[in-house]
């Protein structure tokens, strides 16, 4: 992710930023990649905090029109976990506009979202994160923090997050729309395997026998040896994650002898192995900082060459945009 400046004062803006400390209000506009002021924001500015400008017929802004079911907004808490929901799909979404998804030259679908929280007026519900058919669903529940990390130890995984879990189902998405290629198809079956087989039986296997032996050595992670549609999507998910992480070291102007210096993008980076080359340094670099501080690794990951050969199938595939 980028860091960016005040329109007024040119002091630094985060992404996240509503005002900027010379004291004027700011928008972001994403189709500039920019703050703005004096602009149209978002209806949802003052709900739920976000600082996105309008569209343009003064409505919600181009990721909150995505969302079309909302949580019961009247018990509470559930607004506030909506709103922290929305704040990673805000990040994920405005990675994936610097490959041309979802802007304004992108024709094609979008996914909607349903934001659901366990939490309803008629008791607890079960509630479970997906993507089907483009509508993605999201569990409010798991914007808690305490309750994220409770049901990442339950699975005993080495990461869980907001934005981990929009970059995973969007990328169930993508593939959907990546698939209208017969070329795509082909060079995806090569690598992960035949996406037809069935995709319950192949869950229900995972859940009651576990990754297989040597899985470390193929996936990412051992939900992504369940079934190829999921080796994509965790595959893709961390592609986003080693780009946008590699950026935002760049942004910060910090160095590595893995890329260019000042100024570098990863998004448009059109090597691969170059990228993955310094995201794997960077991770590196940043675990042995964590460590120091005492808090987990910041990519708990090991990346072994076929893993390497998938994220850098997923990150070419997802760079080349709507056209691929």
């Not at 309750?147 to 993508?174: K, Q």
């Not at 592609?239 to 950026?247: P, S």
């Not at 997923?314 to 760079?319: E, F, G, N, P, V």
Request: hydrophobic share 40%.
């Amino acid at each position: 992710m980028k860091i960016f400046v005040c329109p007024t004062c040119t002091s630094r803006l985060f992404f996240d930023n509503m005002s900027c400390s010379c004291g004027v209000a700011v928008a972001f506009d994403p189709a500039r990649e920019g703050f703005v002021t004096d602009v149209a924001v978002c209806p949802n500015r003052t709900q739920i905090a976000c600082n996105w400008v309008a569209s343009a017929d003064g409505g919600l802004c181009d990721s909150c029109t995505l969302t079309t079911v909302l949580p019961n907004l009247s018990i509470a808490g559930n607004r506030t976990l909506w709103s922290k929901a929305e704040q990673a799909k805000r990040r994920v979404l405005a990675g994936l506009r610097r490959w041309g998804w979802f802007g304004a030259a992108d024709d094609g679908p979008r996914p909607e979202f349903h934001m659901l929280s366990e939490a309803t007026a008629s008791g607890p519900a079960d509630i479970t994160m997906g993507h089907a058919s483009g509508r993605v669903t999201i569990n409010l529940a798991e914007c808690d923090t305490t309750e994220r990390v409770r049901r990442r130890e339950a699975l005993g995984e080495p990461y869980r997050t907001m934005v981990g879990h929009f970059r995973h189902e969007i990328a169930h998405f993508l593939f959907e729309r990546l698939a209208a290629s017969d070329r795509f198809k082909g060079e995806f079956r090569a690598l992960f395997g035949d996406e037809t087989a069935d995709y319950g039986a192949a869950l229900m296997r995972h859940y009651a026998a576990g990754p297989p032996a040597g899985w470390e050595d193929t996936c990412i992670s051992s939900y992504a040896t369940a079934h190829p549609h999921e080796d994509w999507a965790e595959s893709a998910a961390h592609a986003l994650h080693l780009v946008d992480m590699v950026d935002s070291f760049a942004a910060a102007r910090l160095s590595s002898d893995a890329f260019s210096g000042a100024g570098y993008d990863a998004y448009a980076e059109a090597n691969p192995a170059q990228l993955l080359t310094a995201a794997m340094e960077i991770g590196v670099a940043l675990n042995h900082v964590n460590r120091a501080l005492g808090v987990s690794d910041l990519y708990p990951f090991v990346t072994p060459a076929r893993v390497l050969e998938k994220l850098a199938f997923a990150q070419t595939r997802l760079k080349h945009g709507p056209a691929t």
